[in-house]
Each structure stands twice: as C-alpha cells, then as structure tokens.
C-alpha cells in the first residue's frame, strides 16, 4: 500500500489514541473519522459503543472491523430502501476493505484474533477486561485498531483520487 496523506495518517494514529484512552476497538476507528461525515466525537464514540469486544464482548466480528463497516455506510450507504445498485455498491466496498483485513491479519472475528495472540477468550460475563498494562502489552487490539483505520484510510484517498 502506498503512504497517506499527512491528514489520513494523524488518523490513523489518532483511532490508535482512542483505544489507549480505554475506548473499544469500533469506538476508536469511528471517532478518527467521524467529522468528515458532519458527526461529533460524542455521537461517535456512542454509536461504536456496543461494538466493544466483538459485538457486546461476545468475540464475534472485531470491533475494528465493525469500525469500517459504519463508516464504509456513512461514506456511501445508500438510504433509498430500493437502491439495489447502491446497496450492491456499499456491500462490495465494505468485502472489499473486510478482505484486506482478513488477508493482513488472517480473520475478521475477535475471538480468531485473540486467540492468534494467546489471549483468553471468554463471554461468560458482560464485564468488559480492567484496562492495565497487562492488558495493553498482550492484546493485539491496538494492532488491529491501526490496520483498520489504515485500511479505510487507504480506501479515502484512492477513492479520491478518481
């Protein structure tokens, strides 16, 4: 992948920022890019909320991953209820960017890839895992956090290009 913009970059390194900050995984990917669909970091960071730890911490599809998916629709979701082209459109952009995911990290679903790291998987409570250095040091989050802001990233300036 070629490099981005200087802007596309802060962006990157800001959903980055997010996680750190104790937000989960499709919380940070969308706020990082929230304000170039006219949203606020607050309706943002609500709307990516019960994404956290693969869908309500049931370690289904990342959160990351579920990061894109909102904005791939808030960059070209159709809001006709009959537009099957754009529909067809929206779903091949959002395969398209899920299959660059999958191919740099090998899965989509969050129990895959805390399982790749030899992290715990549980969804036997609702709690969500104490934020600590442990926690920051053997988690792959904030990896697949950067790869699928990157990922967007990329898709904004070569959709921009044309």
């Given at each position: 992948?070629?490099?981005?913009?200087?802007?596309?970059?802060?962006?990157?390194?800001?959903?980055?920022?997010?996680?750190?900050?104790g937000?989960?995984?499709?919380?940070?990917?969308?706020?990082?890019?929230?304000?170039?669909?006219?949203?606020?970091?607050?309706t943002?960071?609500?709307?990516?909320?019960?994404?956290?730890?693969?869908?309500?911490?049931?370690?289904?599809?990342?959160?990351?991953?579920s990061?894109?998916?909102?904005?791939?629709?808030?960059?070209?979701?159709?809001?006709?209820?009959?537009?099957r082209?754009?529909?067809?459109?929206?779903?091949?952009?959002?395969?398209?960017?899920?299959?660059?995911?999958?191919?740099?990290?090998?899965?989509?679903v969050?129990?895959d890839?805390?399982?790749?790291?030899?992290?715990?998987v549980?969804?036997?409570?609702?709690?969500?895992?104490?934020?600590?250095?442990?926690?920051?040091?053997?988690?792959?989050?904030?990896?697949?956090?950067e790869?699928?802001?990157?990922?967007?990233?990329?898709?904004?300036?070569?959709?921009?290009?044309?």
């Amino acid at each position: 992948m070629e490099e981005l913009t200087i802007e596309l970059e802060a962006r990157v390194r800001k959903s980055v920022d997010y996680f750190m900050e104790g937000y989960g995984c499709c919380q940070s990917v969308v706020a990082a890019f929230a304000d170039l669909y006219g949203m606020d970091e607050n309706t943002a960071l609500r709307i990516g909320a019960g994404f956290g730890g693969g869908v309500g911490r049931l370690r289904m599809i990342c959160g990351a991953v579920s990061g894109v998916v909102t904005l791939v629709g808030l960059d070209c979701g159709s809001t006709d209820g009959d537009d099957r082209e754009g529909k067809a459109y929206c779903y091949k952009v959002v395969q398209d960017l899920l299959e660059q995911f999958k191919q740099k990290n090998g899965s989509v679903v969050c129990a895959d890839l805390l399982e790749q790291s030899n992290c715990k998987v549980s969804t036997d409570t609702h709690i969500p895992d104490a934020r600590d250095a442990h926690y920051y040091s053997t988690r792959p989050c904030a990896r697949k956090v950067e790869d699928a802001s990157r990922i967007f990233a990329h898709y904004l300036m070569e959709k921009n290009k044309g």
